[in-house]
C-alpha cells in the first residue's frame, strides 16, 4: 500500500460512496503515474464497475461530459472529477476514436484498453496498487512501451504516436524498441489526426523541461511530413541533428528559454524557416492569432539581423559589435518587430548561443537605451499632429509618426512633445513648398 496523494484524499469521498453502492471505484491513469513518480497531479480520473446512469443516480451533483463513454463529471467537496465505468473499445475507423464501446465490469480488462503501460496502473482507496502489465516496472526502467502490440495502439489512436514522445521527452524517458518500430511503421496514420491536436502535443512537448529532446524524436521519426495538411517543407524535411554539432547544442538549449511562445520561434529558427513560413506552419496548426504574431516577429527579427538560416549556424557579425552598420540593422529590426521580439530573441540568443557573447550584451543595451520602439511610446499621436498640422486622418498621418519614431529612436529628436511637433510641421511645410 502507498499513502495517497492529498488531491487524491480529496477525491475519496466519490470512491468510497462508489463502493457503498456495491460498486468497485479506482483512481486510474494520469493521477496514479504522476502520484507513484512524485510529481504534481493535475486532476483526478477514477474508473468504476458502475454504469454512468448508476453513478449519476449516487451523486447529486453531476455533468454527463460523456456518457457514450461511460463518463460523468462527479463535484464533490468543491473540486471534480471524472468517474468513468470500465470497458472495452472496438471499431476505431477514423484511428482516432472508438466506435464501438462495451461496458464491462472487471477492472484488468478497462486497463488493457489504455496506451502505455504506465497508464495502465490503477489504485484503490487504500492505496493498494493494482498492476497488471508491469507500469511501475517501466517506471522504474524510464521507458515507455505499450499495453499488448505497439503497431494495434497506434493503429487505435494515431494520436498515441505523439503522445508516446511526449511522455518521453518530459519524463526524461526512452523509448521501447517496439514502441519505436511500431511509431515509424504508423506514422502515415497522423494523417488522420486533427490539427489541433497536433498543436496541443506540440505545446506539451516544447513547454516540458527538455523540449530538444522531443523535436530530436519528432525529426527522427519524420512525423512532420505526414500531419493531416501539409506544414512548409523546412519543418517536414527537418533532420535530426548530428550529435556535438551547434545546432544539437542549440536544441539542447531550448530548455533554458523561458517562454512557449520563444522556444516555438527558436523551433522555426533551427528549421531555417523564413517568417512566411511559420505564420504558415501556425495558422496550419490552428495557433491563435496574437500567439501566431508574437511568434512570427520573433522569427521575423532573426532573419532581419542576419538569421535566415538554420539557428547554429549564426550570420557572421561585424567584427566590433558597436560597428554603425550593425546598430542600424538591429535598431531597424526592433522598430519593424518590436521590442517584445527583440526581449524574445535575446532570450534565444543566450540560451542556444547564437551569437557571441559580447555581441548579445551590446544589442540588449541599445535595446534597453532605445528611446521609444513603437509609435505608442511618442510624446505626440495621430490626434496632436491632426490638430497642429491641421491634417484629416490618414495614411499620411502614419507615415509622419513612422518618420518621427525613427529619427527619436536613432537619437536625432529628442522623445518631446514640442519638439516632435515642430519637426513634424517642418516635414509637413516643405512637403507643401
Known sequence: MRPLDPLMQEALPVIRKLESGGFEAVFVGGCVRDS?????????????????????????????TGLRHGTVTVRSGGRTCEVTTYRVESGYHDHRRPSEVEFVDDLTTDLMRRDFTI?????????????????IADLKRRVIRCVGDPEERFRE????MLRAIR???????????????????????????????????????????????????LTAGGLAAY???????????????????????????????????????????????????????????RFPKAETERIVSVVRLHAMTGGGRPLGEPAPVPENPVHSASRTQWIDAVLAC???????????????????????AQRRTWLKELPA??????????????RRLGLTAGPAVGRLLDKLLREVAYGRLPNEREALLEQAETWNKNRGD
Open 36 to 64: 507513484l513518480m512524485g510529481r504534481p497531479l493535475a486532476d483526478i480520473d477514477i474508473a468504476t464497475s458502475a454504469l454512468p446512469e448508476q453513478v449519476a443516480a449516487l451523486f447529486p451533483r453531476t455533468l454527463p
Open 119 to 135: 497508464n495502465a496502473i490503477a489504485m484503490r482507496a487504500d492505496g493498494t496498487v493494482v498492476d497488471p502489465f508491469g507500469g
Open 157 to 160: 489512436d494515431a494520436l498515441r
Open 167 to 217: 511522455f518521453a521527452s518530459v519524463f526524461g524517458f526512452r523509448l521501447a524498441f517496439s514502441v519505436w518500430k511500431a511509431l515509424v511503421r504508423c506514422r502515415e496514420l497522423l494523417r488522420h489526426i486533427a490539427m489541433e491536436r497536433i498543436r496541443a502535443e506540440l505545446e506539451k512537448i516544447m513547454a516540458g523541461p527538455d523540449p530538444g529532446r522531443g523535436l530530436a524524436l
Open 227 to 285: 500531419t493531416k495538411e501539409p506544414l512548409p517543407e523546412a519543418l517536414r524535411a527537418a533532420k535530426r541533428p548530428d550529435p556535438g554539432s551547434p545546432l544539437a547544442r542549440c536544441a539542447g538549449g531550448l530548455s533554458q528559454v523561458a517562454g512557449l511562445s520563444e522556444r516555438l520561434a527558436a523551433l522555426f529558427m533551427m528549421a531555417g524557416a523564413s517568417p512566411e513560413d511559420a505564420a504558415s506552419a501556425l495558422k496550419t496548426l
Open 338 to 360: 518590436g521590442a517584445e521580439a527583440a526581449d524574445g530573441w535575446l532570450s534565444i540568443a543566450g540560451a542556444c548561443r547564437l551569437v557571441p557573447s559580447d555581441v548579445q
Open 373 to 386: 520602439a513603437s509609435v505608442r511610446e511618442l510624446a505626440v499621436g495621430g490626434s496632436d499632429l491632426i
